[in-house]
């Protein structure tokens, strides 16, 4: 299993990085499967630097606020207007309930029928694991101010035979969902948007400062963290050594482009 991130800037684009969006593909039946993770702002451009629209398998969206999923706009252009037609049938869209009727609205159109001419929407169920390819993936409820709001553990053959584990933390503040969702992962992409010793007033259960998401993956027992969703106006250098300090370990930062074998 293989993770390629897309856009790792917290709750808007940034200078150098589209907003969350993370490519994660694994290998099965001799073909390689793509699923996409979030699709916010600024994503769908830069996806293209890595696969062709076309490879897409899923979409999986852990939250609908825009910075998260508001490029599935563009992918509904690209599907329904593409000159030599979209031959690739529906693109399954996992997400919270209310997935196809708030991008439907972002558009301006009627929610019936929407975009489900294109997209094949998917309501996640807490707690219960869906199959795409080789993928296990079970969300898991965090805390954050939003109707919905999951963290996804996502599972994959590794290249040693072993089931590989990465775990997305979406948006959340500290929880238990958060630690559940992480528990032995090999890889934790967790959320670090405030920063420690600047933030530290501001109220609970909307964002993960550096050392709150050590904690979390030390109480986890994850093998390996890496800080993702951070602000313009965040230091990750900060963050980074906080979260080091509860983790326990080095901790790595999401860069634009980068892909890591998991």
């Known amino acids: 299993m293989e993770l390629t991130i897309i856009g790792c800037s917290g709750s808007f684009p940034g200078p150098d990085s589209p907003a969350s969006c993370y490519l994660v593909t694994a290998e099965q039946d001799g073909r390689s499967w793509k699923i996409a993770v979030d699709f916010g702002s600024g994503a769908l451009g830069a996806l293209q630097r890595h696969i062709r629209l076309e490879e897409l398998d899923a979409v999986l969206l852990s939250h609908l606020h825009p910075d998260h999923y508001m490029d599935l706009c563009g992918l509904h252009v690209a599907v329904r207007w593409c000159p030599e037609g ?15 009727e708030r991008i439907a609205v972002a558009y301006g159109l009627e929610p019936d029928p929407g975009m ?5 929407f998917r309501t996640w169920i807490p707690q219960q694991p869906h199959t795409i390819g080789p993928f296990t993936v079970t969300p898991i409820g965090v805390n954050h101010p939003i109707e919905e709001a999951y963290g996804l553990r996502i599972e994959a053959p590794g290249a040693d035979g072993t089931t590989k584990t990465l775990t997305y933390s979406g948006d959340t503040d500290a929880c238990p969902g958060l630690v559940e969702a992480a528990r032995d992962a090999d890889l934790f992409l967790c ?13 609970e259960g909307i964002h993960l400062t550096g050392a709150r998401a050590g904690q979390s993956a030390a109480e986890a027992s994850a093998r390996r963290l890496m800080l993702t969703h951070i602000p ?13 300090e509860r983790f326990g370990a080095p901790v790595e930062l999401a860069e634009p482009g980068a892909t890591y074998r998991i």
């Not at 489900?116 to 094949?120: A, C, E, G, V």
């Not at 313009?232 to 080091?244: H, L, N």
Request: proline share 11%; charged share 25%.
């Open 86 to 100: 979209w031959n690739r049938g529906r693109i399954p869209v996992y997400g919270p309930s209310a997935t196809a």
């Open 116 to 120: 489900s001419p294109d997209f094949d």
């Open 191 to 203: 959320e670090a948007a405030w920063q420690d010793g600047r933030d530290d007033h501001l109220p």
């Open 232 to 244: 313009v106006w965040t230091s990750p250098e900060i963050v980074a050594t906080k979260a080091a």
